[in-house]
């Protein structure tokens, strides 16, 4: 079993860098005013260092997102890609902490359009989350 950290992402291992890259997903956990954690998953491209993500036209609540509302009040967040497999020597995980700001909607990433082909058919359409990262965190079993 092996861990670090590193600050920037383009320092991580390549093993940890891989389970980033194959990822589909990943979980977004925001903090909210009154200090309750808020964890959904998201699809997440790498852009110059940092991570983007869409919010995309997938149906939502009618109202601004918890995700947004918590960034505006506390821009500490958490984007946790894993790897898991029925093979535990398989498992791994990586954690990147950073601080995240909120760009107006209409304009996706290509990053997004680029790996995901239904972005590409269909981009996303609001705000977009950049995260900034300060720390990132992994574990591989091997």
């Given at each position: 079993m092996a861990g670090g950290s590193s600050e920037r992402i383009e320092d991580l291992p390549i093993?940890?860098?891989?389970?980033?890259?194959?990822?589909?997903?990943?979980?977004?956990?925001?903090?909210?005013?009154?200090?309750?954690?808020?964890?959904?998953?998201?699809?997440?491209?790498?852009?110059?260092?940092?991570?983007?993500?869409?919010?995309?036209?997938?149906?939502?609540?009618?109202?601004?997102?918890?995700?947004?509302?918590?960034?505006?009040?506390?821009?500490?967040?958490?984007?946790?890609?894993?790897?898991?497999?029925?093979?535990?020597?398989?498992?791994?995980?990586?954690?990147?902490?950073?601080e995240a700001t909120v760009e107006a909607p209409g304009h996706p990433p290509r990053e997004l359009l680029a790996r995901y082909r239904q972005y590409s058919q269909n981009p996303p359409s609001g705000e977009v989350i950049v995260v900034r990262p300060r720390r990132a965190l992994w574990w591989l079993w091997a």
């Open positions: 093993s940890a860098r891989r389970i980033i890259d194959e990822a589909r997903r990943a979980f977004l956990t925001t903090v909210g005013r009154e200090g309750r954690p808020h964890s959904v998953p998201v699809c997440f491209a790498l852009r110059a260092g940092e991570v983007v993500i869409a919010v995309d036209h997938k149906p939502k609540g009618g109202r601004r997102l918890e995700r947004l509302r918590n960034i505006d009040a506390n821009p500490a967040v958490a984007l946790t890609v894993d790897r898991w497999d029925e093979d535990w020597t398989r498992l791994g995980w990586v954690m990147v902490q950073g």
